[in-house]
């Protein structure tokens, strides 16, 4: 079988997408109020006219109690104008424009939100100082619902893809993870119980959109953390998500928002950059204290392919290689590997064109050094990080 070339068109669902590259999620810390500005709209276009194939709007959360902070972009009718503006914008540039939609469980800020966040069993939630309340089957159902909803709205806006979230011990990941699924009812216990919320927002969103737009789905291979949700769980899910033709693809992430968040990134702790972005007494604990949660892992290309290869030997869904992509060599590696996308985060943070760059010279180097000081800022609202 011929291995294609990453700058080939490729079919994701039913869209052509005119290469196979992908700006990941990261969430922009430019929703001021909710909504779109001009700054997020200039952010998506600038990555859109430097090459990606499609450009990847973060994180959209799928009820107000989803949100990770109160400024960030929620569904409803109100912020339909200004995404639709954006689309328009990345479209002018030639390339896709997907959403991802979520709910963000116990990841949710309830302080900054107003309302209790939710999770599958109580917990304490480090961000927002506050416990988190178990969710009822009304929740459930209610999120369920939110996410088929979201699609919709998508669709109304202009979105080529969702990409539903199913990482990071957001609200369907957390229901994944043994550690902080403690429920005894039937969302929880064995992993077919687990697995319900991410099956059941998949199978929403499909029933309600059919093939109008291309669906993805973010799945944590890994959650990083001891007792958590590991590997072989995740290849389970992500035959099942294949079984029921839900998704059109599967972009492979790990890692723990909640417990462990520099498992997916790689590189620099920056502890010190991230205190400062806290007031105190929260500011001197994260300097004492940070390393715990902050660690630092080391950064190397490609870095999540050794996991991301044993879904692609169990898998004919099409995936999408996420982590340490840099530089044509590692799309190189992907595509030779049987990876049909990749997708790129802190790189074109760094350099929005970076992707036109290495099509026009291949032997093109990222200025990125992984020293994830991208990441604290997202606190002050100047900019993002991987979501």
Known sequence: MTTPDIFEPARLGPLTLRNRTIKAATFEGMTKGALVTDDLVGFHRAHAAGGVAMTTVAYCAVAPDGRTEYDQIHWRPEALPGLRRLTDAVHAEGAAASAQIGHAGPVANGRSNGVP??????????????????????????????????ALMAIEAGFDAVEIHLGHNYFASSFLSPKLNKRTDEYGGSLANRAKVALGAARAVREAVGDRIAILAK????????????????????????????????????????LNPMYL?????????????????????????????????????????????????????????????????????????????VAMGRALLREPDLINRIQADASTKSLCIHCNKCMPTIFSGTHCVLA
Do not use: C
């Open 265 to 341: 990134f790689r590189g620099d702790a920056p502890v010190r950059e991230f205190a400062d972005t806290f007031t105190q007494p929260l500011k001197l604990g994260v300097r004492l204290a940070g390393e715990k949660f902050i660690r630092a892992y080391p950064y190397e290309e490609a870095f999540l392919l050794d996991s991301a290869r044993q879904f692609r030997a169990a898998l004919d869904l099409p995936l999408v290689l996420l982590g340490g992509v840099t530089e044509r060599a590692t799309m190189d590696l992907a595509m030779a590997e049987g990876f049909q996308f």
């Open 117 to 150: 966040s939710i999770a599958p069993s109580r917990s304490f939630n480090p961000m927002s100082m506050r416990m988190t309340r178990a969710a009822t089957r009304a929740d459930i159902e209610r999120v369920t619902r939110a996410h088929a909803d979201a």
């Open 219 to 258: 799945l944590n291979m890994d959650d990083g953390v001891p007792g958590g949700f590991w590997l072989d769980e995740s290849l389970q899910v992500a035959t099942w998500l294949q079984q029921e033709g839900t998704v059109d693809a599967l972009e492979l992430t790990a890692g723990s928002s909640l």
